[in-house]
Nanobody, 124 residues
Framework: QVQLVESGGGLVQAGGSLRLSCAAS????????TGWFRQAPGKEREFVAT????????YYADSVKGRFTNSRNNAKNTVYLQMNSLKPEDTAVYYC?????????????????WGQGTQVTVSS
């Protein structure tokens, strides 16, 4: 069973930065795709970003383009979400997800594995 563990969340002031990490284990990930989703209190889960393990192809939600950067370190089986210029509306639990194909996907139903989530809180 593939396991995903997120880390790096915390409390920051508006305009600050955080880097989230998602460490994967239990599988071979060269042909996988990964995604970041977030869910704020009282809100539905929304897509944030995705990256493929093999090619590093990325895609971002409009709400985070220009502020967030998705990357990966294949040797460490880890993906990263660098979040800059954070806003209070970015406050949410952030989840890492993985799918067993390299294609871009923005819907949660396309993902096979999910991490436990990490809390990001941006104060005003």
């Amino acid at each position: 069973q593939v396991q995903l563990v997120e880390s790096g969340g915390g409390l920051v002031q508006a305009g600050g930065s955080l880097r989230l990490s998602c460490a994967a284990s239990g599988g071979t990930f060269s042909s996988y795709g990964t995604g970041w989703f977030r869910q704020a209190p009282g809100k539905e889960r929304e897509f944030v970003a995705t990256i493929t393990w093999g090619g590093g192809t990325t895609y971002y939600a409009d709400s985070v383009k220009g502020r967030f950067t998705n990357s990966r370190n294949n040797a460490k089986n880890t993906v990263y979400l660098q979040m800059n210029s954070l806003k209070p509306e970015d406050t949410a639990v952030y989840y890492c997800a993985a799918r067993r194909n390299p294609y871009i996907a923005t819907m949660g139903d396309f993902y096979d594995y999910w991490g436990q989530g990490t809390q990001v809180t941006v104060s005003s």
